[in-house]
């Protein structure tokens, strides 16, 4: 193999697997480190800068950081690292004055967002510093989108959506709420510089089955019932509900449910656990509230008797799976009735956009889905921009915060004439974290700690009211012990092969076995050649010039390293090193920046 | 030294031996030799070794005299028996120790000036007697523990750290421990595992007295230039001669050995050392012509390495004393202490 490139922006970025996997690349070990230190605001900075609502995704995000966590591949369960940003949250002081400020002169640029939610927002978020005046339209009568709309209050309290809210729209947005865009054509006219489409995907699917219009009276769109309670308008739900649907709506559906007044409430699933959309936390804290699961259950028709819904007919399932657990045949055992009072149905979401008009250079696929740059988020006509769930269906909150970075970046260098495709690369920064002989500036001995479990309000207390968060937050021991598992996936070792005398101290020392001294070779016989099973091909082999006595070459399986340092602390001559790598993730004032010093140079 | 202990976590799939065991089961406490000395390397090697080997570790003994190269017995096996002698006289407690239990696995660990200085008269007895055990050398040339002086094994024109030179010849363990019959010669080094790991293993399953040299250099006083025993002299001067490839009585021969430049060898216990000739001409087996050969390297520079000598069917320390078959402490307490009467009859023999 050729040897690594570690000056690579993304090489180090891959190792921080944490950070690599969020979608704002959230440097989280550098804030688990702040919170370690009782840093809570630097904490929160940190996460505010690539993620933009720390306290609401401490507590709401999807966190694909959590199984890509490298903890999670030493022992069974990652650091968890959502709970962590919550901690930084709720116990930050008042940062209104470390954020960016909005300069008084503006630069003359004018964008339109359409709609409140986290996309809009970010945008908002990243452009204000630069100048822009931002105009954004809100259907609704409160900011937030379907984190208002739709995460039920038990889970995402409405102060803290509020507060970070707040810290955006407070720094100049001019907000017109109840101002629904109903024609395209119309803001188009408006002469703004550039327009984003942050509207969400506001449509629930329906389930067309016998009865729907007959039962329609107690069959309920999932999105939109749990909307109609965020606005107060429905405060009660009948005694037995069903829901159909295994999904994250499904589950916010059920449990809200219980706080109506249901007594029986059971989620009904066509397929087994496995192919659970919802995620495993959700599952677990619905089932610690008693809701039923039931699989292998597929909806049929809605039974209607004397005009009213009495409960729903499905067809009971049996798959045939294979060694692998993928599904290769289904047949219907019988059918089944199960009663209920009402029916939410939470299968699903989809964009919609009847206020755009065709002509416009907007271009749409079969399925009505916008044509959308993946990079630039630059629909079919420049100067109009989509992002969020409006661009490429529903995901989630930090997918829609990234698309809105990404976006900021196109709307800035439309504005300034520029090329939207030319944009920053990434980069890495590289810092030696040696303090002395055997002295890191960071805490490197493996804490064997367990994860840490969220206490939760009593399931006596918790339904006597549908606002009443179910998560207490981390106590104080909790947070000591849980910073301690995280890894410093991000001080790296680094390898310098002219000093190496090939004495073998690193690779004795090394307690999960990751480093080889072995002839060159291509990466399928290195790895057959390692000291250690190196199975994850997900995971680079560090591989270095060939050293001054041998010519072998040390090889580093970066998969499981638990970055303890003891190689550097072993190696006589340091070509061991460990240095923090710092990624550089490029947002719309990084443009400007680079604008700025180019502007400079030409001067 | 590092400060910070090892961790206990590990490779979640990490190969596990007959016994359920994995490599890490058989550390020892943490190392505080000089960060890059050899003696780490070789602890390493003797780990993988006992782990391949599947040993039960209450059934390991280490023994060692005094030196860096001696504390290493706390490194290696911490579920074993462990016993610091003093200086050059591991040879004494390896031999009451065996002498009482045969069925337990001995190493020893010592130094160039533990065995070559001080206790050569204790090492050349345990050749002797053929004592039934695995002697390793850990040899770099110098005193390590007492700052660096030069040692028995330091060669004539090495230089010390602050440029002293050595004038008086050394003396080598491989060419004395064939000279006094020793039935297993192996040199070796500790940067090179692949050669070492089997024959420690065949040291420890052969049946009389082992004794591999292991040159390892000391980084913190004989690693600079003009050394004879620094990495890059080693590296640059050791030449392999016959490598040994170790395989237990269970495994099969899997690789495809080409006749006549590999022999096996069948140790008494079924396990087998494969020779693989890599210099032309040299017979392993062949103990006069093997030590020519030896010396006409030295005299090159060179250091011949792998299994340099391996005799036959030689008869270990309890066959040439009639030793009772079993450990002395499952012989019944009568039998063993037969009494004074018992004594009386065996005075009155020399009376
Ligand atoms: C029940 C449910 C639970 C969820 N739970 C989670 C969770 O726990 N964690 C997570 O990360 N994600 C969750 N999600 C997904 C997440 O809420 C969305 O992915 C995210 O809100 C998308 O943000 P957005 O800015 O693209 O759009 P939205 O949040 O949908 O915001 C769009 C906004 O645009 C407004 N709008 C739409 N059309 C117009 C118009 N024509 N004119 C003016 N305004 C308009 C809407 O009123 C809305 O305020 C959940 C979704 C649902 C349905
Ligand atoms: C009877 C006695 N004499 C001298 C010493 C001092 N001493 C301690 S270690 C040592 C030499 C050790 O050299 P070596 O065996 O080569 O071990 P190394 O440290 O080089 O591994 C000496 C002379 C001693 N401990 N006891
Ligand atoms: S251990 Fe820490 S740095 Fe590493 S992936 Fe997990 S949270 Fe991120
Ligand atoms: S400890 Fe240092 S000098 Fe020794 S092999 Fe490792 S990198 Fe090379
Ligand atoms: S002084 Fe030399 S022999 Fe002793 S521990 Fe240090 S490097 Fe090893
Ligand atoms: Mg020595």
């Known amino acids: 193999m050729e040897p690594t490139n570690t000056g690579h922006p993304d090489y180090f970025h891959k190792v921080v697997d944490c950070q690599w996997a969020c979608p704002a690349h959230t440097d989280v070990p550098e804030y688990i480190r702040l919170i370690a230190q009782g840093r809570f605001t630097d904490a929160y900075m940190v996460n505010r800068h690539s993620n933009v609502f720390p306290g609401i995704l401490g507590r709401v995000c999807d966190r694909p950081c959590e199984p890509a966590c490298r ?96 810290l955006i729209v407070d720094r100049g947005v001019d907000l017109r709420l109840g101002a ?177 008009e065709s002509g416009l250079g907007i ?45 900021a970046i196109s709307i800035h260098n439309h504005c300034q004439g520029k090329s939207v495709a030319d944009r920053l690369a990434p980069g890495v920064n590289l810092h030696s974290r040696k303090m002395g002989m055997h002295e890191w500036s960071y805490a490197n001995d493996y804490n064997p700690a367990e994860r840490r479990l969220m206490p939760h309000v009593s399931l006596k207390e918790r339904f006597k009211k549908i606002d009443i968060e179910v998560e207490l937050g981390f106590t104080v021991e909790q947070v000591a012990a849980e910073v301690q598992r995280c890894l410093n996936c991000d001080v790296q070792t680094v390898f310098s092969a ?89 947002q719309a004032v990084d443009e400007a920046e680079a604008d700025h010093k180019a502007l400079a140079r030409t001067a | 030294m590092t400060f910070m202990a090892k961790p206990k976590v590990r490779h979640p799939s990490l190969p596990k031996n007959s016994l359920g065991l994995t490599r890490r089961d058989y550390e020892g406490s943490m190392s505080t030799l000089c960060a890059g000395c050899g003696h780490d390397s070789i602890t390493a090697a003797i780990i993988e070794s006992c782990w391949g080997l599947a040993l039960e570790p209450q059934n390991v003994v280490k023994l060692s005299g005094i030196g860096c190269s001696s504390k290493t017995t706390a490194y290696f096996v911490g579920g074993g028996h ?85 004038r008086q010849p050394p003396i080598d363990p491989v060419l004395l421990a064939m000279t006094l019959g020793a039935p297993f010669v192996a040199r070796s080094f500790s940067g090179d595992k692949e050669q070492l790991v089997p024959l420690i293993q065949a040291g420890m399953r052969h049946r009389g007295f082992a004794i591999i040299d292991v040159l390892s250099p000391c980084v913190t006083f004989n690693d600079h230039e003009g050394s004879t025993k620094s990495y890059a002299y080693t590296r640059e001067h050791y030449d392999a001669a016959v490598n040994a490839d170790f395989i237990p009585f269970a495994r099969e021969i899997t690789a495809d050995y080409s006749a006549g430049e590999s022999l096996p060898v069948v140790l008494h216990d079924g396990s087998r050392i494969v020779l693989k000739k890599i210099a032309p001409g040299y017979d392993p087996t062949d103990r006069i012509a093997a030590m020519a050969q030896i010396q006409a390297g030295m005299q090159k520079q060179e250091f011949l390495t792998g299994m340099l000598y391996l005799g036959r069917g030689d008869r270990e320390f309890h066959d040439l004393n009639d030793m009772p078959q079993r450990a002395l402490n499952s012989i019944p307490y009568e039998q063993l202490t037969p009494g004074s009467r018992a004594m009386d009859k065996i005075l009155a023999r020399f009376r």
């Open chain 1, 71 to 166: 903890r999670g591949r030493i022992e069974d369960k990652p650091v968890a690292i959502c709970r962590l940003k919550r901690v930084a949250a709720d116990h930050r002081d008042d940062v209104v004055s470390l954020l960016p400020k909005t300069p008084k002169r503006k630069n003359g640029k004018r964008i339109a967002c359409i709609g409140a939610g986290c996309a809009s927002l970010t945008v908002a978020n990243d452009l204000l510093p630069l100048g822009y005046e931002i105009t954004m339209f809100e259907q609704w009568g409160q900011a937030g989108g379907l984190m208002r709309t739709n995460i039920p209050s038990f889970r995402l309290p409405a102060e803290v959506l509020d507060e970070e809210i707040a």
């Open chain 1, 180 to 356: 629904r865009i109903d024609s395209m054509q119309n803001l188009l006219d408006e002469g703004y510089d550039a327009v984003f489409v942050g509207t969400g995907a506001p449509k629930g699917k329906e389930l067309d089955l016998p009865g729907r219009r007959a039962g329609a009276a107690n069959i309920h769109i999932g999105i939109d019932w749990l909307e109609s309670i965020a606005f107060g308008h429905i405060e009660s739900i009948g005694r037995r509900v069903l829901i159909i649907g295994v999904g994250n709506t499904a589950m916010d559906c059920c449990r809200s449910a219980l706080r109506l007044g249901a007594t029986d409430v059971k989620v009904m699933a066509r397929k087994p656990r496995q192919y659970f959309k919802a995620s495993e936390w959700e599952l677990e804290d619905a089932e610690e509230e008693r809701v039923a699961i039931v699989i292998n259950h597929s909806p049929k028709r809605f039974v209607i008797e004397n005009g009213k819904l009495t409960g729903m007919a499905f067809d009971v399932l049996e798959y045939d799976l294979d060694a692998g657990g993928r599904i290769t045949g289904e047949r219907v055992l019988r059918e089944e009735f199960v009663a209920a009072d009402d029916v939410i149905l939470a299968i699903g979401q989809e964009n919609a956009f009847p206020w755009i």
């Open chain 1, 363 to 407: 271009e749409f696929d079969k399925w009505h889905v916008p044509t959308v740059d993946l990079k630039t988020f630059q629909s079919t006509r420049p100067g109009v921009f989509f992002g969020g769930d409006s661009a490429f269906g529903p995901k989630n909150i930090i997918w829609a915060v990234e698309h809105g970075h990404q976006a």
């Open chain 1, 498 to 586: 002219k000093l190496c005398i090939e004495c073998d101290a690193c690779i004795d020392i090394c307690p999960v076995d990751c480093l080889t001294m072995t002839p060159n070779g291509t990466e399928a016989e290195l790895r057959g050649r390692l000291k250690a099973p190196a199975a994850n091909l997900t995971q680079a082999l560090y591989v270095s010039e060939p050293l001054k006595f041998t010519q072998r070459v040390m090889v580093k399986d970066e998969d499981l390293c638990v970055h303890c340092g003891l190689c550097a602390e072993r190696c006589p001559t340091a070509a061991w090193d460990m240095q923090k790598s710092t990624i550089l993730w490029p």
């Open chain 2, 82 to 166: 462990g016993f610091n002698s003093v200086h050059g006289r591991m040879p004494s407690i390896a031999m009451g120790a065996n002498a009482a239990n045969r069925d337990l696995t001995y190493i020893g660990v010592s130094g160039d000036g533990d065995t070559l200085s001080i206790g050569l008269g204790q090492f050349c007895h345990a050749i002797r007697r053929n004592l039934n055990m695995l002697y390793i050398i850990e040899n770099n040339g110098v005193y390590g523990l007492t700052k660096g002086q030069f040692s028995a094994s330091a060669d004539v024109g090495t230089q010390a750290k602050k440029g002293e030179v050595n």
